[in-house]
């Protein structure tokens, strides 16, 4: 069944307007017919199957018949610091994090990160981040958009209060994710750009932030493919990835 996030409050036997994005999407690009069932679902985790009642160029509206009782959110809260990397691979990680059920993305540039964004640029990423965020939330059946914060340099996150447990991915780190013991259901990954974090970035932020350095094995991963293992890993062994 097609899902459409919605910030519209969800109450069965009510109809409600779909924004224009969602609309177009639903009218241009999956070409839904009338009267095609598909389940609604919003920020705060409402979530029902609706019927749409009216398909025009500049309306798409559904009537609300059964709210459905589901969660699909992990028990665990994760917060990922990602180096931003270039064009369709931070697409890639973003994408995929959220399939995986990160709750937080926090963009991040650092000294040996490619990507250098003015404030124009920065804001343009943001925006389509921010639809790569939603679509993968859609498709992968969650409940919840992971929220997406404003990019930040890597000294400014460094001073920010983070609450849980801090893990450095770093692939000469003595231990390894899999073999870690997690004391925090509140976790936060900070993974590196193409060819890592600096010595005294890492210096930094273990300073900071009180963190842990955590490999994922014997192989060294790609920017955009370290995120995507760890929360794999993470999922796997303390979450809820069968």
């Not at 839904?32 to 009642?53: A, K, W």
């Not at 842990?212 to 060294?220: A, D, E, K, Q, Y």
């Amino acid at each position: 069944m097609i899902r459409i996030h919605t910030t519209s409050n969800l109450s069965v036997g009510t109809n409600i307007l779909l924004d224009k994005n969602a609309s177009h999407h639903l009218r241009n690009v999956l070409k839904t017919p009338l009267h095609s069932q598909i389940q609604l679902f919003n920020d705060v985790g409402q979530v029902c199957e609706g019927m749409i009642i009216e398909l025009s160029r500049s309306t798409v509206a559904v009537k609300l018949i059964q709210a459905i009782d589901i969660n699909t959110e992990s028990p665990l809260d994760v917060t990922l610091v990602q180096s931003v990397s270039r064009g369709d691979r931070m697409d890639y990680t973003l994408q995929k994090c959220v399939e995986l059920g990160v709750n937080k993305i926090i963009p991040i540039i650092s000294s040996r990160t490619v990507v250098r964004l003015d404030e124009r640029k920065k804001t343009s990423r943001l925006r389509h981040w921010a639809g790569i965020v939603k679509h993968a939330t859609e498709q992968s059946g969650r409940v919840k958009l992971a929220t997406l914060e404003k990019i930040e340099s890597l000294e400014n996150w460094a001073n920010i209060s983070t609450a849980g447990e801090i893990m450095i991915l770093d692939p000469l780190a003595g231990t390894s994710l899999a073999k870690h013991t997690l004391k925090s259901a509140s976790v936060t990954i900070v993974a590196g750009p193409e060819g890592g974090f600096a010595k005294e970035e890492l210096e930094l932020i273990k300073r900071k932030k009180l963190s842990t350095t955590v490999s994922l094995g014997p192989r060294t991963l790609r920017s955009e493919t370290a995120a995507v293992c760890a929360m794999s890993i993470l999922q796997a062994l303390w979450g809820d990835l069968a």
